[in-house]
């Protein structure tokens, strides 16, 4: 199980991660936004690609979920903290880390 401290933590020890307010929750941002954080504390959106996100909910469901509407489409995907261990967070934050640190369009 990981908590919001968690994700905060570990966002901000990604090599130039901010955390900004984003309407009702808190964006941690590099380059570009990779991650929200609602505002309970109970879940996390990650950029990933299509890809990234149709193995993850197929691998771990009670975990991952697509977003439903056209922003999951695209990628973002909801983590449920209370599924995910402090490993698996860290692995995934990482992995959006990077598609926020990439130039948009690369």
């Known amino acids: ?48 690609t299509p890809e990234e996100q149709e193995f993850k909910t197929m691998m771990a469901p009670e975990v991952f979920s697509q977003i439903p509407n056209a922003w999951g489409r695209q990628g973002w995907t909801s983590v449920d903290l209370k599924a995910i261990g402090k490993a698996e967070l860290a692995a995934a934050l990482s992995l959006a880390w990077e598609h926020g640190r990439a130039k948009a369009g690369k």
């Open 1 to 48: 199980m990981a908590t919001a401290t968690d994700v905060r933590k570990l966002a901000l020890g990604l090599e130039g991660t901010t955390e900004h307010p984003h309407f009702d929750r808190a964006a941690f941002k590099v380059r570009r936004i990779y991650a929200t954080l609602a505002a309970d504390g109970k879940s996390l959106n990650l950029k990933l």
